[in-house]
C-alpha cells in the first residue's frame, strides 16, 4: 500500500510539474499576438496610451495562454485521464478553457470571470470534439451530441475512393468550363475576321 500510495503521488506530483516549463512557452507565444492585437486595436480605437494597451493585451494573452495549456496537459498527464480517450481530452480541453476564460476575464471589467470562464470553456470542448471527429477518433460523447457536432464541421474524412471520385468530378468541370471558353473565343476570332473582311470590302463610306 504506501509503495502504491508513492506512486501515485509522484505521478500527481509529474503531472503538475512537468507541463510548467511547455505551458510558459506556449504562453510566450500567445503573448507576442496578444502584444500585435493590442498595437492593433490601441491604433483602431485611438487609446491614448497605445504602449499600455498593447502591453495589458500581451499579459492578457500570456496568462490566458499558459493556462490553457498547463491545465489541459496537467489533466492528461494524470492517471485518472488518458490523452488517447477522445471524451478525456474534451474534458481536459474544456476545463483548460475554463480556466484561460476565467484569467483572461479578470483583465476586463467586473463579472467578465464567470461569463469568460463559461464561454472559452464551451468554445474549448466543442473545437475539440470537432477535432476528434476530423481526426477520425471517437468524440466520446453521445450519438445525438456528434451528429449536431459533425454537423457544424466543414470537413470530413473521405476514403482513397471518394478522394479520387472528387478530384474526378473537378477535372470535368474544368474540362467543361475551358470547352466553353474555347467555344467563345472562337466566336469571337470568326467575329473579329468577319468585322475585318467587311471593313476591306467597304474600305471608306465617306461621308459627304
Same mark, same amino acid.
Given at each position: ?39 492593433? !486595436? ?8 497605445? =504602449?499600455?494597451?498593447?502591453?495589458? #493585451? %500581451? $499579459?492578457?494573452?500570456? +496568462? *490566458? ?11 492528461? !498527464? ?8 477522445? =471524451?478525456?481530452?474534451?474534458?481536459? #480541453? %474544456? $476545463?483548460?478553457?475554463? +480556466? *484561460? ?21 464551451? =468554445? ?5 470534439? %470537432? ?78
Amino acid at each position: 500500500m504506501p509503495e502504491v500510495e508513492v506512486k501515485s503521488r509522484s505521478s500527481a506530483e509529474r503531472a503538475l510539474l512537468e507541463p510548467l516549463l511547455p505551458s510558459l512557452g506556449v504562453g510566450t507565444a500567445t503573448g507576442v499576438l496578444g502584444v500585435a492585437y493590442g498595437t492593433v !486595436a490601441g491604433i483602431l480605437v485611438s487609446t491614448p496610451r497605445p =504602449l499600455l494597451y498593447s502591453s495589458v #493585451s %500581451g $499579459v492578457q494573452w500570456f +496568462c *490566458a495562454g499558459s493556462t490553457y495549456f498547463y491545465c489541459r496537459s496537467a489533466l492528461l !498527464a494524470h492517471p485518472a485521464l488518458t490523452a488517447e480517450n477522445g =471524451l478525456h481530452r474534451v474534458v481536459a #480541453s %474544456g $476545463v483548460g478553457g475554463s +480556466c *484561460a476564460g476565467a484569467v483572461a476575464g479578470a483583465f476586463l471589467p467586473k463579472g467578465a470571470i464567470r461569463s469568460g470562464g463559461i464561454l472559452f470553456g464551451v =468554445l474549448a470542448a466543442i473545437t475539440q470534439a %470537432g477535432l476528434n471527429f476530423a481526426q477520425g477518433s471517437s468524440i466520446g460523447l453521445p450519438s445525438s451530441l456528434q451528429q449536431g457536432i459533425a454537423s457544424l464541421i466543414p470537413m470530413k474524412s473521405l476514403s482513397d475512393k471518394e478522394y479520387e471520385d472528387l478530384l474526378l468530378n473537378k477535372l470535368i468541370k474544368i474540362e467543361a468550363e475551358i470547352s466553353i471558353l474555347d467555344d467563345q473565343i472562337s466566336n469571337l476570332r470568326a467575329a473579329s475576321k468577319q468585322q475585318a473582311s467587311t471593313s476591306i470590302e467597304h474600305p471608306h463610306d465617306s461621308t459627304k
